[in-house]
C-alpha cells in the first residue's frame, strides 16, 4: 500500500483512507437510484443502466486511484443526466427511434475527444479562454434545471393550460413525500451527516412503503404509480444481471452521425462543454479542500487526473451510461482525511458491490429521488454568488441568458448556447475583439450555424 499509495508521504493510513472512501461512496451513493431512473424515463433499460452506472463508476474510480492517486471518485455525473434524458432524448431527438443509442453516441465522441484533448494538455487550457461569469452562469442553470426536474418527478410542479405550470395536489402521497423528504436531507445536512442525500433518498422511500401499506399511496402502472415495495424471489435475485446489461452496452447509432453530422456536433458540445468545466472545477475544489494544490495553486498531476476522467466517460458510453465525470461529494471523503488514491479504490470496490443490489435500487420511487435532485440542484445553483452581476454587461447578461434559458426552455444546451452568443454579439458591437480568443470564434461559429439549422428546419 505504501508503494502504491505513498500513505507515508501525504501523512496517512490505511484505516482512515478506507474509512474516507466508504464515506465518499455513501455521498455519491444516490446517483445508483437517480440514473436509473432518468434514464430510464428516456428509454433505457433501467437495470442495465444501473449496472452500467455501477460498473462504469468502479472502472472510471479505479483509473483515478491507479493512475493519478488521488482520493477522487467518478460516476455518471448529475446535470449530464438530465441532458442525456430529458434534452436530447425526450426533446431534441424525440421523433427518432432509439435517441438514447444517438445521445451514447455523442459521449463516446466526447470522450474520445477529452482523451485526445487530455493527452496534448489542451483540455486544463481550454477552460482558461470561457469567461468567469459564463461558467458560474452556465452551472446555475444546470442546478434550476435538475431542480425543475425533481419538481416534476415528484409531482411537485405539473402542468397547466393556462399558466404552463402549477402547483401539485400537495395531499397525494408522491408530492407531500418529496416534500417530507427535502426536510429530511435538509436536517441531515444541518447535523452534518455522512451520506444525507443516501440516507434522505432511503428514508422517503421507506415513507413511500408505509403509505403504500396503509393505502395512502395507490398503486396503478397506467398512472405510472408503481409498486415500491421490493419483490424478492431468492438469492438469485441479487446476482448481478449481466443480461440487462447487454441492453444498453455498445448500443451505438453511427448513422446519424453521417446523415445529421451538423446537429450532432452540437449535441457534443454540449456534452463537451459542461463535462470539461465540472471536471475541472470539481478537480481544483476537491484538490484544495485536501491540501493537495502545490505552491502556486495547481494541481499535481492534473493531466493523469483528467485521463481517468476522459477513459471513464468512454467505458461509461461503451456499458451504457450517461458521462461519468469526477464528483464533487469525494469532498466528504476528503474531509474524512482520504488524501490518496487508496480512498478512491475503497469507494471504487463499493461501487462493484453494489451491483448485487438492483433489488433494493430498482423499486426506490421517483418521488424518493425527487428531494436528491432538488438538494443537488441547490448545491449547483449556489455557483449564482460568484456571478459578477455589476461587471462587463456582455458577461452580466451572457451569464444571467444562461442561467434563465435552461429551466424555461427545458435544454442545457440552449443555455449554453445563448449565453455564448449573447457574450460574443455584445463584445462584437462594442468593438472588443480582443476580450475574444480564438477559440470563442470557434464557438460562436458552431452555435450560428446551430441556429441556422433550427430556422431552416
Known amino acids: 500500500m505504501e508503494k502504491l499509495f505513498q500513505l507515508k508521504e501525504h501523512n496517512t493510513t490505511v484505516k482512515t483512507e478506507i474509512m474516507a472512501g466508504i464515506t465518499t461512496f455513501l455521498a455519491m451513493a444516490y446517483i445508483l437510484a437517480v440514473n436509473p431512473?432518468?434514464?430510464?424515463?428516456?428509454?433505457?433499460?433501467?437495470?442495465?443502466?444501473?449496472?452500467?452506472?455501477?460498473?462504469?463508476?468502479?472502472?472510471?474510480?479505479?483509473?483515478?486511484?491507479?493512475?493519478?492517486?488521488?482520493?477522487?471518485?467518478?460516476?455518471?455525473g448529475m446535470g449530464l443526466?438530465?441532458?442525456?434524458?430529458?434534452?436530447?432524448?425526450?426533446?431534441?431527438?424525440?421523433?427518432q427511434v432509439d435517441p438514447w443509442k444517438i445521445a451514447l453516441t455523442a459521449i463516446l465522441f466526447e470522450g474520445l475527444i477529452f482523451i485526445v484533448l487530455s493527452a496534448f494538455k489542451f483540455r486544463e487550457t481550454l477552460v482558461?479562454?470561457?469567461?468567469?461569469?459564463?461558467?458560474?452562469?452556465?452551472?446555475?442553470?444546470?442546478?434550476?434545471?435538475i431542480t425543475f426536474i425533481g419538481f416534476q418527478n415528484a409531482g411537485i410542479a405539473t402542468a397547466d393550460p393556462a399558466t404552463k405550470v402549477t402547483l401539485g395536489h400537495i395531499g397525494s402521497a408522491p408530492v407531500a413525500l418529496a416534500l417530507i423528504g427535502i426536510v429530511i436531507i435538509g436536517i441531515l445536512l444541518y447535523f452534518n451527516i455522512k451520506g444525507a442525500i443516501l440516507w434522505g433518498i432511503l428514508s422517503t422511500w421507506g415513507l413511500g412503503i408505509v403509505a403504500q401499506l396503509t393505502g395512502w399511496y395507490v398503486v396503478n402502472p397506467e398512472a405510472g404509480a408503481y409498486s415500491v415495495l421490493p419483490t424478492i424471489n431468492g438469492i438469485g435475485d441479487f446476482l448481478p444481471n449481466f443480461g440487462a446489461l447487454g441492453e444498453t452496452a455498445f448500443k451505438f447509432n453511427f448513422e446519424f452521425v453521417l446523415s445529421n453530422f451538423a446537429e450532432f456536433a452540437v449535441i457534443v458540445f454540449a456534452f463537451l462543454f459542461?463535462?470539461?468545466?465540472?471536471?475541472?472545477?470539481?478537480?481544483?475544489?476537491?484538490?484544495?479542500?485536501?491540501?493537495?494544490?502545490?505552491?502556486?495553486?495547481?494541481?499535481?498531476?492534473?493531466?493523469?487526473?483528467?485521463?481517468?476522467?476522459?477513459?471513464?466517460?468512454?467505458?461509461?458510453?461503451?456499458?451504457?451510461?450517461?458521462?461519468?465525470?469526477?464528483?464533487?461529494?469525494?469532498?466528504?471523503?476528503?474531509?474524512?482525511?482520504?488524501?490518496?488514491?487508496?480512498?478512491?479504490?475503497?469507494?471504487?470496490?463499493?461501487?462493484?458491490?453494489?451491483m448485487f443490489l438492483w433489488p433494493i435500487f430498482g423499486v426506490i420511487p421517483s418521488f424518493?429521488?425527487?428531494?436528491?435532485?432538488?438538494?443537488?440542484?441547490?448545491?449547483?445553483?449556489?455557483?449564482?454568488?460568484?456571478?459578477?452581476?455589476?461587471?462587463?454587461?456582455?458577461?452580466?447578461?451572457?451569464?444571467?441568458?444562461?442561467?434563465?434559458?435552461?429551466?424555461?426552455?427545458?435544454?442545457?444546451?440552449?443555455?449554453?448556447?445563448?449565453?455564448?452568443?449573447?457574450?460574443?454579439?455584445?463584445?462584437?458591437?462594442?468593438?472588443?475583439?480582443?476580450?475574444?480568443?480564438?477559440?470563442?470564434?470557434?464557438v460562436f461559429a458552431l452555435f450560428v450555424f446551430r441556429i441556422i439549422t433550427l430556422i431552416t428546419g
Open 37 to 76: 431512473s432518468m434514464l430510464g424515463d428516456a428509454g433505457m433499460n433501467s437495470q442495465g443502466v444501473f449496472m452500467a452506472t455501477a460498473l462504469a463508476g468502479a472502472i472510471g474510480t479505479f483509473i483515478m486511484a491507479f493512475l493519478a492517486n488521488y482520493p477522487i471518485a467518478l460516476a455518471s
Open 81 to 95: 443526466n438530465a441532458y442525456f434524458a430529458y434534452t436530447i432524448c425526450l426533446g431534441e431527438l424525440a421523433d
Open 128 to 145: 482558461n479562454y470561457i469567461p468567469e461569469n459564463l461558467k458560474y452562469g452556465i452551472t446555475t442553470g444546470i442546478g434550476l434545471f
Open 274 to 354: 459542461v463535462d470539461l468545466f465540472d471536471t475541472v472545477g470539481t478537480l481544483i475544489g476537491v484538490a484544495a479542500k485536501g491540501n493537495l494544490l502545490d505552491k502556486d495553486g495547481k494541481l499535481p498531476r492534473v493531466g493523469k487526473a483528467l485521463m481517468a476522467d476522459a477513459v471513464g466517460t468512454v467505458t461509461g458510453a461503451c456499458l451504457g451510461t450517461s458521462t461519468v465525470t469526477s464528483f464533487v461529494e469525494s469532498s466528504a471523503g476528503v474531509a474524512e482525511g482520504g488524501r490518496t488514491g487508496l480512498t478512491a479504490a475503497t469507494t471504487g470496490v463499493l461501487f462493484l458491490l453494489s
Open 368 to 442: 424518493a429521488t425527487a428531494p436528491a435532485l432538488i438538494v443537488v440542484g441547490l448545491f449547483m445553483m449556489s455557483s449564482v454568488l460568484k456571478v459578477n452581476f455589476e461587471g462587463d454587461t456582455a458577461d452580466v447578461l451572457g451569464a444571467f441568458v444562461a442561467i434563465i434559458m435552461m429551466p424555461f426552455t427545458y435544454s442545457i444546451a440552449n443555455g449554453i448556447m445563448f449565453g455564448i452568443l449573447t457574450w460574443m454579439i455584445l463584445k462584437i458591437l462594442r468593438g472588443k475583439f480582443k476580450d475574444i480568443h480564438p477559440i470563442m470564434w470557434v
